[in-house]
Each structure stands twice: as C-alpha cells, then as structure tokens.
C-alpha cells in the first residue's frame, strides 16, 4: 500500500512538474513585440526554445542600423490568413501566403496593378522597343533587355540595391543543383552587368512576358551581400529571415501564430508606409477569422470565400473588396482519350471525342444556377481562356439550352431506347452499340463544400439530357500529382474532371501551351490532360512569341474561337477574388494579378 | 525487473526499426506525392517537378530513399545538378544519426519544424489532461457511490454527451459565446479570445496565458473526462464489491478511510496505466483544438505535412510519435508492477 500510495503521488507531482515547466518555459521565451522600428531594432527576434525566429548567416541576421528613421506610427492592422507562409521566396512553393510577406518587405523589378497594369518597381523605368530598352535582333530572332535600375533604393541595412543584387539572384535561380524553374527561363541566355545600376537580360528567342519575369507576385530581387549562395536559392535562410528593401521589415515570426512587420525606415518613398505595424496573425478556421473581422480583432482576411463574404455583407464594421478581373475559372476537363490511356488518336474516349458531345454537355449546364444557388451569385460566368485584359476576346458565351443538347447528342448517335433515363450508343462515333453514356465526375477535396456541391448539380443537370455520371472525390495531391507518383490525369485515369484553375500575371501564353498544346499532351511534360490534339492550336501558340501587341491580340482571339469550337474543356464561372477588411483600414484592393498587399504602403486606418 | 527492462528496450529498438520501414513505405506508397500543386499552384510545371524531384530526392528508388532516410548519404556519391552523373558526396545524415530530413514546404529542418510545435502542444495537453484528470477522478467516485442515482444517471448522460460532441463543434460553440457574444463588464473586451496563446504586445502575464487556454482547454478536456470518470466508475463498483471493503466496514472503519484507502487505492491502479498509455497524446497534439483555437501545435503541423505531403515532417511526425507509444507501454507496465505488488516481471 505505500509503494502504492507513493506511486499515485509520484504521477501526480510528474504531471503537474511538466505543467509548470511548460508554462514557465513559454513564459520565459515569450518576447514581448516591439511594436515599432527603431534605428538601433533588430529586423528578425532573437531565436529562443519556443519562439525560434528565422536564421541566417550570423553576420545577416542583424543588419547594421539604418541612418534614417521615420517617425513612429500608433497604427497597426492585422492579416489573418490560415497558415504560416513557408518562406519570404514566393516562387518556391507559391502558396499565396509567400507572396502576401513578401509583397511587405521585398521589390521585383515590376509589379502589376489591379486592372493589370504593369508598373515599375526597382525599375526606373519599363523597358520596351520605343524607348531602346529592347533591341530584337530579326535575323537570329533573339532579343535583349536593358534594365535600369532606381538609384534610390536601398537595402534596410543602408546598402544600394544595385545590378549585382539582380545578376546574384539570377545565378541563383538558374543554378542546377539548388535553383528552381521560373516562367520563360529556358528564353534567357544570360543576365550581365553593365554598370551598379544597369544590366542586360540576353534572350535566346523572343519572350513576351519579359517585362514581368522578375518581378509580378512570384519574384523579387535578393541581397548579394546577405543571402548565402552556398544554401542555394530555394533553401536559403534570407528567405525566412528577409532583408528588406520594401515598405516593411520583419521584426518578429513566431512561427504558427504570428508575425509582426514594422515600417521600413529605409524604404525609399519617405513619406511611406502610412500604417506603422503591420502583424499577421494564423488562424487556421475561416468561421474564426470571420468573427476576429466582426469583432475588430483582425483588418484583413486574406482570401475570404464566398459563403464568408455572402455572411459578412450585412456587418457593419466590415467591408468586402473584390478584385476587378477574376482568376480562377471553375471548369470541366474532358478526356478525349479513352480511360487509362494518353492517345486520343490510338485509342479515343468512347463518349468524349465527339465534339458534338462535349457541346451537349456545356448546353446543358446551366452555369448561372449554379453559382447563384452555391456560390452565392459571387460567381462571373466565364467561357473563354482570354476573358481579362490585356487580352479580352469577344467570344459569345454559350447558351444554356438542354432541348438543343438533347438533340445534338440524338444526331451523334446517343440515343435513350430502353427507357432508363441514360442514353446509349446507337450509331455514335467510337462507342460500341449499345454502350451506356456513364462517365465519372472527379473533383477534388481540398476546395471545401462548394466544389462538391456544385459537382452534384452538375450530374444531376447532365442527368437531365440522359448523361450518368458517377461522382468521385480525391484528394489534389492524388489528382494533380505526377504520373510517377500516380496522379489521376497525368496517367489518363478520368472522364471528366471538375477543378478551378487559371493564369497569373498578364501574359497567358505560357498557360495556354501549358494547357492546349501538342507537346503539353505527354505525361509529365505538361498538363494538356484533355489530350486535345490540334494542329491551328499549335501554330497560332508559336505565332504568340512576339512583342507585337496587335498580332498577339489577334492570335489570343483565334485561339480562343477555336477552343470555343472544339471545346476541350468547358469554362464555367469565376470564383470570387475578394478580401474582406475592417472599414476602418482604407486604400486596400483586392487584385488577382497579385495577392492584397501589393498596395500594403498605400493603406491607412481613419 | 532490470533483466525485463534490459529485454523490452531491446525489444523496443527491434520494433522501432520495423516500424521505421513499415511507416515510410506506407507514407510513400500513399496515394498522391509532394510535387503535385498546392496553394496557387492547381498544377506544377514538369521542369519544375524535375528539379523539385531531384532537391527532394524523389529521383531514387524506394528501398534506395528508405536506407538514405536512414542512414544519409554523405557517404556516397549523388547527382546534385541533374546532369546525370553522381559527382558529390550528399548533404543527408539519416534519422540514425539525429537528421530527420528538411521539410519540403519550409526547407526547414524537420526536427526543427517539431520544435518550433512541441513545447505549445505538451502545454496545451499538459494543462488538459490535468484538468481532465482533477474532474473525472471525483466524478467516477462519486457515480460509482451512487449508482443509479439520479447524479449517476446525469453524469453518465453528460459522459455521452462529452464523447459525442465533435470538438470542432464544441470549440466553434464556446468561440461564438465566449468571444463573440460575452463581453467583460469592466472592459466592453470578449470574455475570452478566441484563439492563440497570448495576446500580443502585452509581455508575459500567467493570468493572460490562462485565459487563452481556458476555450482549448475546456474543449479538450470534455472527452477526457468523460472517458476517465467512466472508467473510474466502473473500476470503482469492481472494488466496493470485494469482500475485503466488507472486512473493512466489519472492522469499524470509517466509511471515508473505508473508500479512499481501500476502495479507491485499488481502483485507482487501472487508471494509471490508462494515464501512462494516454502520455503519447502530450506530444501528438489534437488537431481539431489547435485549428479551432490557432494553437501552434503538433496536431496543426501533422495535419498540414499529411495533406501537403511533406514526408520528412510527416514521417518525423510519425516516428517520434511510435516511440513515444512504445515508451510510454513499457511506462505503463513498469508502473503496474510498481502500484501492484501483485504484478511481478521476472
């Protein structure tokens, strides 16, 4: 019984010993934010048991003081979003949560603005043909770009950012072991300094997007004299613990809980940022981040969805901004190669490459119920790739109309004998007779309730024109996921699949060959997963590679009559693009060409 | 017992060893991998996915993957520029000797990545089991003195109710009154945040830290103790029956020496081992209450590196977790030979 006795005690005193221990060590290694800048602050916390702050190399970690201070601002607004951005390096992983620090303490070369305007940043100016910042030679069809940098900007331990910043992050990234792929990389040749603030970018072919290679919401230019080449681009530790040339530096990232900004006094626009703190909080439920807005415990929600947006509209401390052009456009993937398999030509879909099938069905979706009755009416009806500028097309979107589908399918050979609400084969094009028109429908998981709910409306809708389709749901690291490991389209394993996607930036070129082009049709070469084969396609993609304006507008319309035509995938509607704020916090913008912080110097709290 | 101790580490180290191949080929034989799209990226592009590959070491084979996890590959010569020739030696010193790997979505060290969670969760816990515990004890008693009594049958009722609530449920519930509805009369402040682990700005204070775990806590701990205080219960009425509490009662003893010295010391035995095998739980976090109350825990992590397919993080996750049970059962036998003279290992 004493053994006993002792035994209980001892647990007892165990348990509450660790739970001491635990409160006294946090408490211990808790460091109270300094809310802001002072010329003496260090930019990055002293890493400590609980709290460890990023690191790098022990010289970067704190940089000098700066020599200027701005004078301390009382403001403060908080972000919520639902997770820790993995690093201060948006184009490593591109989760949006990257981009949203890094648009807070880091330049590219350019920007874009909400309406899709290209801007300069660390630029001095856009380089183009009219003012000899591009020289194409015609006969080798290759070109050069002569950046000039700003010559006021400066890193916030007082260094100038100058072309050998640019040149160092270019090596770093085109290194092999360590770098990483970024769009048009294969187009340059070389990047060369020609003076501290002037530099060549060599392209070995003409590569349209140039103006927004290093820069958009993917790339920034890094410290030479700070980040470590040795650690590589995509792992190095200046990528969690950044120096700052932008309107804010990091003074604090308690990882899975916050992050604390404050006003960069170096930034080189004196007057700017306007708000002195900025800290940004993870709380991973939306429901959470939803009542923080209402309760005037949080300024933004990054990304607010749909149902979130349709909850708020009646609160009166909060506001909704919404992007001007939408990115992500709901869509169906059809496989126009049979199941399990990646020739369209050997071995075609039995129902899916008949073009007049893949009509029938984009007829019979009615795509205004659907985001009226699960998106709340946020949804914009989209039906073409080239819906947004630069480079709208004016291609009339389809008709919902199931009587007209139901008799294209009748003239394509699918016909309802027997009476059971689904159609079969009688005298269609590569079914055998009698087939049944059964399909699977697979989305993925990770969207939430909405993609789900819409995969069933839309069953039930093609239900009505006599088309079956058998739901399935996965995972997107099962869907997207390379043939090697699997993945449902790189190997061919769907009928028809419903996701949201949709390209970054202004430049939609490299999306559509992603997408649309021959080549792009190979697993694991690229992500044609409709096997869509078409030879106009292809030509028109190579005619794309200009720098003039007009052909390009001209070239992106074609294309688009000819998708709207063959119809390999059917648009359905944009999803929203929206940041819901405290009214409070104003100058915020909502953009899909960038994440909300891209204006993040222009906000100010009334 | 040194000799049984001697033989269950050793055991341990066996079991551990199998476990290690058993959970990186299920981790990897999982359907989908890390270079599919996450966050903005719906797809990735193939050269990228190539580069990604070969940083991730994912151009291996499997068993080749599993003895690098292992072992490292400092030893050996690898492709490192995608050339196709194995011209360095690797970086990799294998979890044998402490390197559980760099995560992928961070390119942090694993280990690191745990490190950053553990202490936040084994305080969440901690103070959750505790208040667990210090509930459900007088509980059980209580019901099993009064079986059937109308106490009896309220407990038991709330001991239902405690393990069907789904937490995410409960924790949004107490937000919504706590947080969002309550507010202190003196300040016009909520009650209660609604999350995190301390309010910024302010520098530690205890009284702030206990606030913010009262929501967590409360929510993890209703599970709990509707699982102790039924096990003690029914543990309870095993032992009020025997014929040495009658013994006792015959004796003249005090009814309350009669349950506490006798009857509840005897109880009280299964618990503790129930205790001991519950201690993986202080390291393993509970997912729903740390998304729900954006405590930055181990659960928040494990669920995170599962869906993104982080299989260093993950599987660092995972072995650090099997230890844990395999210690924590060799704890939980050694215990029962300790409060049970009974019980002898030989």
């Given at each position: ?18 739970l001491?221990?635990s409160l006294a060590g946090c408490g211990q290694a808790t460091q109270t934010p300094q809310p ?9 916390a002293?890493?400590t048991a609980t709290q460890p702050a990023p ?21 403060s607004v908080v972000i919520v979003i639902p997770e820790d951005p ?11 949560y990257?981009?949203l620090v ?148 990091l003074e604090e990232w308690v990882v899975g809980d916050h992050m604390i900004f404050a ?14 703190q900025v800290i940004v909080r993870i709380v991973p439920d939306a429901t959470v981040r939803k009542t923080m807005l209402i309760n005037g415990d949080a300024d933004v929600d990054m ?277 819901a704020?405290s ?24 | ?112 990545e745990?490190g950053q969670r553990l202490p936040n969760t084994i305080l969440l816990m901690a103070v959750t089991?505790?208040v ?35 937490e995410f449920?409960l924790g949004l519930i107490l937000i919504l009154v706590f947080y969002a509805t309550l507010k202190s009369?003196?300040s016009?402040e909520p009650l209660l945040p609604a999350g995190g682990m301390y309010t910024l700005g302010i520098g530690f204070s205890l009284g702030d830290r206990i606030k913010h775990l009262i929501l967590p806590v409360a929510t993890g701990a ?63 976090g509970t997912v729903f209450v740390e998304m729900i109350f954006s405590w930055p825990g181990m659960g928040r992590l494990y669920y995170q ?42």
């Open positions: 019984m004493i053994r006993s006795r002792e035994s209980t005690a001892l647990s007892l005193v165990c348990l509450f010993a660790l001491l221990a802001q800048p002072t010329a003496t602050s260090p930019a990055i002293e890493p690191t790098a190399k022990p010289t970067a970690t704190q940089p000098p003081p700066t020599l200027t201070a701005a004078p301390p601002e009382p403001t993995p690093s201060f390096n948006a184009i490593v992983a591109d989760t949006g990257d981009a890094m648009e807070l303490t880091m330049l590219g070369l350019t920007d874009i603005d909400p309406e899709g305007n290209i801007f300069p940043e660390l630029a001095a100016e856009l380089p183009t043909i009219d003012n000899g910042g591009v020289v194409v030679d015609e006969e080798a069809w290759t070109m050069e770009v002569i950046w000039k940098l700003r010559q006021d900007v400066q890193w916030q331990d007082g260094t100038p950012v100058t072309a050998d910043d640019v040149v160092f992050t270019w090596n770093a990234i085109a290194d092999p072991d360590t770098g990483t792929w970024m769009q048009g990389i294969d187009y340059i040749g070389g990047v060369a300094k020609v003076d501290d603030y002037t530099f060549v970018i060599s392209y070995t072919g003409i590569y349209p997007g140039y103006l927004t290679q290093f820069g958009g919401e993917q790339l920034v230019i890094w410290p030479a004299h700070y980040c470590d080449a040795e650690q590589g681009f995509t792992a190095w530790d200046c990528a969690r613990a950044p120096m700052s040339d932008g309107p804010y530096v006003r960069n006094p170096n930034y080189y626009k004196a007057d700017k940022p306007a708000i002195g990304w607010t969805t749909e149902p979130i947006v349709f909850d708020l509209k009646d609160e009166p401390n909060v506001q909704v901004s919404i992007s001007p052009y939408p990115r992500w456009v709901l869509r169906l993937f059809f496989n126009l190669a049979a199941k399990g398999t990646v020739d369209p030509v050997a071995s075609p879909h039995p129902i899916l490459a008949d073009v007049r099938v893949r009509q029938a069905i984009r007829m019979a979706i009615d795509v205004d119920t659907i985001s009226q009755q699960i998106f709340y009416g946020y949804g914009t009806a989209v039906w073409t790739e080239l819906f947004r500028p630069p480079y709208g097309c004016d291609i009339p979107g389809p008709k919902y109309d199931p009587e007209a589908a139901a008799a294209l399918l009748e003239s394509a050979g699918w016909i309802d004998q027997d009476g059971d609400s689904v159609r079969e084969c009688h005298g269609c094009l590569n079914a055998e007779e009698g087939a049944p028109m059964e399909m699977e429908l697979i989305t993925y998981s990770d969207f939430g309730e909405p993609m789900l709910l819409a995969q069933q409306l839309i069953a039930e809708m093609a239900g009505k024109i006599g088309v079956k389709f058998e739901l399935t749901v996965v995972e997107g690291s099962v869907l997207w996921a390379t043939a090697e490991e699997g993945g449902i389209e790189q190997l061919g394993n769907f009928d028809v699949d419903l996701w949201d996607d949709g390209y970054s930036g202004t430049d939609p070129t490299d999306f559509l060959w992603e997408l649309y082009a021959a080549d792009a049709a190979e697993p694991d070469y690229g992500w044609n997963i409709s096997r869509w084969i078409n030879d106009d396609f292809n030509a028109l993609l190579d005619e794309a590679y200009t720098l003039d304006e007009a052909v390009r507008k001209d070239v992106f319309c074609q294309m688009a009559a000819i998708l709207d035509e063959q119809v390999p995938s059917i648009l359905l509607f944009s999803v929203i693009n929206a940041e704020h009214t409070r916090l104003e100058g915020i913008q909502s953009t899909t060409f960038d994440v909300v912080t891209w204006n993040a110097e222009d906000w100010s709290v009334k | 017992m040194t000799a049984y101790l001697a033989r269950r580490l050793l055991q341990t180290v066996a079991l551990l060893f199998l476990l290690s191949i058993v959970l990186f080929a299920l981790v990897n034989l999982a359907p989908g991998g890390p270079l599919a799209g996450h966050g903005q990226s719906r797809h990735v592009r193939p050269e990228r996915a190539a580069i990604l590959k070969r940083q991730f070491g994912l151009d291996k084979s499997l068993p080749l993957q599993y003895v690098i996890w292992l072992a490292g590959n400092d030893w050996m010569k690898v492709d490192a520029d995608g050339d196709g020739v194995a011209d360095s030696y690797g970086t990799r010193k294998g979890i044998l000797r402490g390197d559980f790997g760099f995560s992928f979505r961070t390119r942090e060290p694993a280990l690191k745990i089991m505790s667990a515990i210090l509930i459900a004890i007088p509980i059980g008693i209580i019901s099993a003195l009064r079986q059937y009594s109308i106490y009896d049958i309220a407990v038991t009722t709330f001991s239902f109710a405690g393990q069907a609530i789904p449920w009369p003196f016009g209703l599970g709990w103790i509707a699982w102790y205080s039924r096990f003690l219960r029914s543990s309870m009425l095993d032992v009020i029956h025997q014929d040495y509490l009658r013994t006792a009662r015959a004796k003249g003893l005090p009814e309350r020496t009669v349950i506490y010295r006798h009857a509840l010391r005897n109880a009280i035995i299964p618990l503790v081992t129930l205790l001991a095998l519950d201690l993986p739980y202080l390291i393993g590196s599962a869906l993104q397919r982080d299989y260093p993080v993950l599987l660092a996750i995972l072995i650090i977790g099997a230890t844990a049970i395999i210690l924590s059962n060799l704890l939980a036998d050694v215990l029962y030979a300790y409060v049970d003279p009974r019980i002898r290992y030989d």
